[in-house]
């Protein structure tokens, strides 16, 4: 399995991925995110990274920078979505999405890595909810226990809680 960021000939492909690794009501929305995400310029700019065997995407991930409404020099992204082909799922393919991405960010500088999701399963990473409780999103979490994030770099976790915004495409209530 190759790591590696994705480039736009990868779209297609990993709009394919999106498709099938969710339900038919999440699988529409997820991927006009993503189609979003793929056509925005941000400083910094949004990452998203592939999975491939044999020349063929099997999963996807992207992460884009969150802007603090603070005098704070953190830098910051969210994970979303992160999305692997059914028949290679539970082989680690996320795992390895996951990690790869934790590696590019703390190279790049990054101070936080947020993520809204199964807590057990990010927390395997060191996602932690107190830490996500000190970065407050832009909507109301239907799920709040999943609102998770981990310091990068040796960044100290803020004393008060920070409100930040997205990036456009990430700009939806209905995407949280």
Not at 8 to 35: C, H, P, R, Y
Not at 130 to 151: A, C, D, H, K, N
Request: proline content about 6%; glycine content about 8%.
């Amino acid at each position: 399995m190759t790591i590696r960021l994705a480039q736009e000939t990868d779209l297609v492909s990993s709009l394919k991925v999106i498709e099938t690794a969710f339900s038919d009501e999440e699988n529409k929305v997820i991927m006009n995110f993503v189609q979003e995400l793929s056509s925005e310029n941000t400083s910094p700019s949004i990452k998203s990274l592939v999975a491939e065997v044999d020349n063929q995407v099997i999963g996807y991930v992207s992460y884009s920078p969150i802007y603090l409404k603070s005098d704070t020099n953190i830098t910051g992204y969210i994970l979303a979505p992160l999305a692997v082909s059914p028949e290679h799922q539970k082989q680690g393919v996320g795992s390895n999405l996951i990690n790869a991405g934790i590696d590019m960010l703390t190279k790049d500088g990054a101070g936080v890595l947020l993520v809204y999701g199964d807590p057990a399963y990010y927390g395997r990473f060191g996602f932690k909810e107190e830490i996500g409780r000190s970065f407050v999103p832009p909507y109301t979490l239907q799920y709040p226990f999943g609102w998770t994030g981990m310091m990068l770099n040796d960044t100290t976790v803020p004393e008060h809680s920070i409100q930040f915004q997205c990036v456009s495409a990430l700009s939806k209530p209905d995407l949280w």
